[in-house]
DNA sequence: GAGCCGCACTAATGCGGTTCAGTACGAGGG
DNA sequence: CCCTCGTACTGAACCGCATTAGTGCGGCTC
């Protein structure tokens, strides 16, 4: 049948088309498209022959002829700008993956996942893919405080979610009256079908982002960290915070300060630090503070890696843990869990962030509007890393 | 121009096609083809003209139309079959898959990532994207002794190489003679042209495996860490595997067990035990170690989560390190260097290994053999976790 | 019983490229 | 001068699916 000298490579199996399909169940192509697409036109009879022809051919439609004609790619992306040594200690973007394609392999849509150097290489990246209709939308995530990309997706007309953050810093942000939705502001429209926009007259078309946006309360959460260390004395607080250039480092700053205003704590002393949430500068940041006339009392990573590194300052200096100094990280991973002590740690739902933004994502390719969704709040697992200020 | 209601919504700009181009260019739209592709047939000016025009009009081919009519879907796939639990804390995945885009990106190639529940999820997969006519090729990580994927793939038609493990456990691990090929057996031939594949006859078909590979020599790597500490004068040495189901950990199995022999070392007190991988039990192992009559004076942990996590057993216990016990981690990361002291540890250029393995796939998808080659050698990065057994 | 309607289905078209079979034309050879 | 050949280009078919515009037919109406 075959020559000897092709057995290893086996003539890779013809995929089934439609057109086997029809051939096999003895109708029309189309009537084969109409039956596996749930379109009226075909008796329930043939619709169940049709199916089961399918299933036995194990037919799939070939995407890229779907996606030519029927507009739509079946994949969305996700572009992760980070030099490459800095990646991949945080357990957060595997996670966040995995939350996001628990929803959109469900609907068999693919993810393209690609990793870049910098802002620029990503935007062009959005360019390409939007030129190439490559992916029906995109999840932008590390939102910037001043960030070109909502602009550009808005221009390219590219569907998009913001992945924790709010689209524009301050506009956006929760709202004077505290309340942010997490609920559509009106009733989603019938999927797929939006004939007449301009249907619901200007009233529909309240303040909004120019993109849908999943964010995570992080002023809630730095309430409940300065709850904790105020709580149990601590009144020299540092906050070592990631890449200022980061929404969500300003967000945190910002509410760092407000929370402690409210308690009364001098500035001066709870303030924050930024760095490039490496573990080198995680450790620098903290041996600069170690070595202040009065240090702080508990420190406040903005990651597990910079705290674990901090922890090791400390235990290099031998300073006590909890003892003398006090530790959170913001966002738990084994990391925080094997040092010794283990850190008290921000626990959020990072599959469960994921899989809202995908949900958002695919509601706005539905024809929803843009909305702005919170996620679940985070909670403080308070481990063995913090403890009173001063204490053996 | 615009309803005020849609100013939010700008209309997404028309992307150009190859028709736009022709009308511009005053040609046909084949010779529009011709021109960008390279392709003879139409003159230099022509060709000089087209180019300039598509520029103009930023034209990127609409890979669905693309991958319809050429039968290149122009993207490869790549899974991780990990229950999401224990996702993440290594950087491993990240760095690989950014040095495999470094490689993809330049040829405008697209990766498909997506992380699924287990293996028979990952060959469903395969399954769906191969009939789907997803991707050209994938590349199979975590090769398992027992693994059906080879199989799979084979079977499909899907071109694909293994990463970080030979594709059938023992028949084509490095020949005998100690030598493996990190170059072509055979000239490739032209890209993209093989009509007729009986054309070299038998000789042409060495043993080769099923699927192209990339590995590592884990055995050298082993026999430097056992140079290293058997050189430092431990004698009882436990290596802590991974998943026992997986290629590299039966293969650095069996080479602590020959190396171990080679150096006349006693198998009862040079050994290994199999994990998870977690940090959970990294820890416990530890733990049963520890408690032995005659413990282990020094621990080769297989990934640099356990052995963060059996240093911090070690220091709970008050176990001197490196003073009583010695500690190597498997794979370097930013982790090994926050715990203090910080961790000896193999190091390995992950993304250099991805861009082998991309740069494999892509040989074999321009019609060459399916090779086996050999990543970088890892060395081994002495820190302060190692030292003489029984020293203060 | 002619007209009409709705159902089940087929034929034809298009999506945006690639590719193959022609065609027009100028140069070169006998 | 006719024929051939190569170059530069055009027209049309095709990839696999979705979709729209028919078509045939049985039943209902009046």
């Known amino acids: 049948m075959t020559a000897p000298g092709e057995a290893a490579r086996p003539r890779p199996a013809r995929r089934p088309t439609i057109k ?4 096999r169940a003895g109708v029309s192509e189309s009537a084969v498209s109409f039956a596996l697409n749930d379109r009226p036109g075909v008796s329930q009879d043939t619709r169940a022959r049709v199916r089961r022809v399918a299933e036995e051919l194990g037919w799939q439609a070939n995407s890229a002829a779907r996606a030519l004609s029927g507009e739509r790619a079946g994949a969305l992306g996700l572009v992760l700008a980070r030099p490459a040594r800095t990646l991949g200690v945080e357990s957060f973007f595997l996670q966040l993956v995995s939350g996001i394609q628990e929803v959109l392999s469900a609907r068999n849509i693919a993810l393209l996942f690609q990793v870049v150097e910098d802002l620029d290489a990503e935007c062009a990246l959005y360019r390409r893919w939007w030129a190439e209709r490559r992916v029906d939308g995109v999840l932008v995530v590390d939102p910037r405080t001043e960030d ?3 602009q550009l997706l808005a221009s390219l007309g590219l569907p998009a979610v913001v ?3 709010t689209a524009t810093p301050e506009r956006d942000a929760p709202a004077p009256d505290g309340r942010t939705e997490s609920a559509p502001k009106t009733a989603a429209p019938a999927p797929g079908t939006a004939p007449h926009p301009a249907a619901p007259g200007p009233a529909a078309t309240p303040p909004h982002p120019l993109l849908a946006t999943v964010w995570a309360d992080d002023a809630k959460a730095m309430a409940r960290i300065l709850d904790h260390l105020h709580g149990l004395g601590h009144r020299r607080i540092v906050h070592i915070a990631g890449l200022p250039g980061l929404a969500h480092t300003a967000r945190r700053i910002r509410s760092l300060r407000t929370e402690a205003a409210l308690r009364g704590l ?3 002393h709870v303030r924050s630090v930024t760095t490039d949430y490496s573990d080198a500068e995680g450790a620098e940041a903290t041996r600069r503070l170690l070595d202040a006339a009065k240090p702080p009392t508990a420190l406040v990573y903005d990651n597990d890696v910079m705290a674990v590194a901090g922890a090791s300052v400390a235990a290099g200096r031998g300073i006590p843990v909890p003892g003398a100094l006090s530790i959170v990280a913001w966002d738990d991973s084994a990391l925080c869990r094997v040092t010794h002590p283990r850190l008290t740690a921000l626990v959020r739902d990072t599959p469960g962030f994921g899989r809202l933004a995908a949900h958002e994502l695919l509601a706005v390719l539905d024809g929803g509007p843009p909305r702005t969704v919170q996620g679940e709040l985070p909670h ?13």
């Open 20 to 23: 086997d399909i029809a051939r």
């Open 148 to 150: 070109p990309r909502p």
């Open 380 to 392: 403080l697992e308070a481990r063995e890393s913090t403890g009173p200020p001063g204490a053996p």
């Open 163 to 165: 992945v924790g953050g």
């Open 266 to 268: 001098d500035h001066r």
